[in-house]
């Protein structure tokens, strides 16, 4: 299954990671997330400019 970690400013989508949960919930991609977004979004300092970070499981709304 496809989950996915988005990255938020304020309500803003700014980036989307998708990573595969498998049946025991266990999540294979998600520590690699940040290094993502800190890859595509050099601009961005994720301590500092009031970064939220949101998981979403297969089936969230």
């Not at 989508?13 to 993502?36: C, F, L, M, T, W």
Request: no cysteine; glycine share 6%.
């Amino acid at each position: 299954m496809e989950g996915q970690v988005i990255f938020y400013k304020n309500d803003r989508i700014i980036y989307r990671h998708h990573i595969d949960v498998q049946e025991d919930d266990y999540s294979k991609g998600v520590n690699d997330a940040p290094i993502a977004f800190q890859r595509n979004y050099a601009g961005f300092d994720l301590a500092s400019d009031d970064i939220h970070i949101r998981f979403k499981k297969p089936g969230d709304v």
